[in-house]
Nanobody, 125 residues
Framework: QVQLVESGGGLVQAGGSLRLSCAAS????????MGWFRQAPGKEREFVAG????????YYADSVKGRFTISRDNAKNTVYLQMNRLKPEDTAVYYC??????????????????WGQGTQVTVSS
């Protein structure tokens, strides 16, 4: 079973950048498809981005495509979310997630079943 710990959230002005990190422990990291989700106040949790076990394939929500980049370093058991050109509507708690069905299930948001505790991202206008 994998454990996930996010870091890197904070307060940033609109147009700025942040990089989130998620450190994983337990299991074979490269086996897991990894993803990022977010939940804004009063809204349901939504999928942001996913990445395959090798890191060769990625998948993004339309709302972040072209602004956010997901990546992973399997040697460090870490997945990242680089967020550029941030908007106030990106404000949310961001969660790292793992899907243990295999390395190529990164684009199935409903199949993620391990979660971190979340990190707050606030974008001021």
């Amino acid at each position: 079973q994998v454990q996930l710990v996010e870091s890197g959230g904070g307060l940033v002005q609109a147009g700025g950048s942040l990089r989130l990190s998620c450190a994983a422990s337990g299991g074979t990291f490269s086996w897991y498809s990894m993803g990022w989700f977010r939940q804004a106040p009063g809204k349901e949790r939504e999928f942001v981005a996913g990445i395959s076990g090798s890191g060769d394939n990625t998948y993004y929500a339309d709302s972040v495509k072209g602004r956010f980049t997901i990546s992973r370093d399997n040697a460090k058991n870490t997945v990242y979310l680089q967020m550029n050109r941030l908007k106030p509507e990106d404000t949310a708690v961001y969660y790292c997630a793992a899907n243990d069905r295999g390395p190529n299930y990164y684009h199935y948001p409903l199949l993620y079943d391990y979660w971190g505790q979340g990190t707050q991202v606030t974008v001021s206008s």
